[in-house]
Each structure stands twice: as structure tokens, then as C-alpha cells.
């Protein structure tokens, strides 16, 4: 398989590209340790009219400096003081758009993931919901600014395309109407997801 390149990350429709990404591998070689897993859930954020988008409103601090950087790096962000969320940037320089990680399928380093996560066997929970996929691959605030060409965090292309759900966003109540887009996507059947909601919808091919 193929790495996805820079030209991938910087096109313009963050909600295609969040639904493309299902399918695709996550790999990274940190500490000499390589993990990787099949991306089975994603969430779009677009910079310039999604009020869940840490950069809405043009909003430039310290934190979201690298979601204006051309798309193709890494965002990654502490929540609650405790998760290290992972967000792939997209698009041209100064858009801000971003791609949350939120779940993936294991396929290699099961052994590493695990004791990262403290886990003494696979299942669901080891790497799904966005702080656990961090943990399990390694990938922490060191991480800010990574280019995704590099040799420590990458994404495979695809080699089969998966059957999709469309859903409405996760836990971005106060994004008012915006927590409602359909900016959500994820594998059907897989056991890998966060949450699944009864309204939850098959994307059509």
C-alpha cells in the first residue's frame, strides 16, 4: 500500500475527505515501536463556518496556530487534560479545516497497544473513541505539527472500500445548529466505533 499524498490532504471538501479516510491504514513508528490500524470512524471540521471548529471565527491562539499550516499535519490537542485527541489538517494554507481520528481497527502491534493501554487482551474498547486510538498509537503533544510524509505517523491508501454510516457529530452540544451536521462517518459493522445512533444513516455510494 501506498502512503496518502500531501496533494490528498490539501484538497478542498473536508467532509469527502473524512469520508474517504474510512478504509485507509493508520501507521506509526514511535520509539522504535510500529502500531497501525484500519481508520473505521472520522469527524469533519471546517475552519471557516463550523462553529465546532476550534479555529471558527478565524479564532488564532497558541493551540490552533498549525490548523492554518497547509493541509497534510498533524493536530493534536489535549482534552480534559487527560486525552491527546489526533486531527489531520486539510486543505490550502490559512483554512483551518480538520479531521478527527476516532476510532480505528487494529493490525499490527497489538502487543505495544496494549500495554500502552494497560489492556491485557484485543477488544472494542482499546482503540476506539478518539484519547484511546492516541494512547494505543503512541501518538501525544510531541506530535503537534507532524508531517504526515514523514516516517512517524503516515496513513496507507486503501486497498478495498468499506460500507459507510453517516452521522451527526459527538459531544459538540455547544456548536448550537452545527452540532447537527452530518459530519460523521464511520464502518458499518464494525466493532471498532465510539457511539452509534439509532439515525445514523448508509452513505450511498
Known amino acids: 500500500m501506498k502512503k496518502l499524498n500531501a496533494a490528498f490532504y490539501q484538497q478542498d471538501d473536508v467532509v469527502a475527505l473524512a469520508r474517504y479516510l474510512i478504509g485507509t491504514e493508520l501507521v506509526t513508528e514511535i520509539d522504535g515501536l510500529k502500531t497501525s490500524g484500519i481508520i473505521t470512524e472520522t469527524e469533519a471540521y471546517r475552519g471557516y463556518d463550523d462553529k465546532a471548529c476550534h479555529a471558527h471565527l478565524g479564532r488564532f491562539t497558541e493551540r490552533t496556530k498549525v490548523m492554518y499550516e497547509t493541509g497534510g499535519v498533524a493536530y493534536v490537542y489535549l482534552c480534559y487534560g487527560i486525552h491527546h485527541l489526533f486531527n489531520i489538517i486539510t486543505n490550502k494554507k490559512h483554512n483551518a479545516d480538520a479531521i478527527l481520528i476516532r476510532a480505528i481497527q487494529p493490525t499490527s502491534g497489538l502487543d505495544h497497544m496494549l500495554k500502552r493501554r494497560n489492556k491485557s487482551k484485543v477488544e472494542a474498547s482499546l482503540t476506539s473513541g478518539p484519547g484511546n486510538v492516541s494512547k494505543a498509537l503512541g501518538i501525544s503533544k510531541s506530535h ?6 514523514g516516517s512517524q505517523i503516515y496513513i496507507l491508501d486503501k486497498t478495498k472500500t468499506l ?3 453517516q452521522s451527526v457529530r459527538i459531544g459538540i452540544d455547544y456548536a448550537g445548529e452545527d452540532a447537527q451536521l452530518p459530519w460523521r462517518f464511520y464502518a458499518a459493522d464494525n ?3 465510539s457511539k452509534k445512533l439509532k439515525a445514523d444513516t448508509p452513505c450511498q455510494e
Open 163 to 165: 460500507p459507510i454510516i
Open 144 to 149: 503537534y505539527g507532524e508531517d504526515l510524509q
Open 191 to 193: 466493532p471498532y466505533v
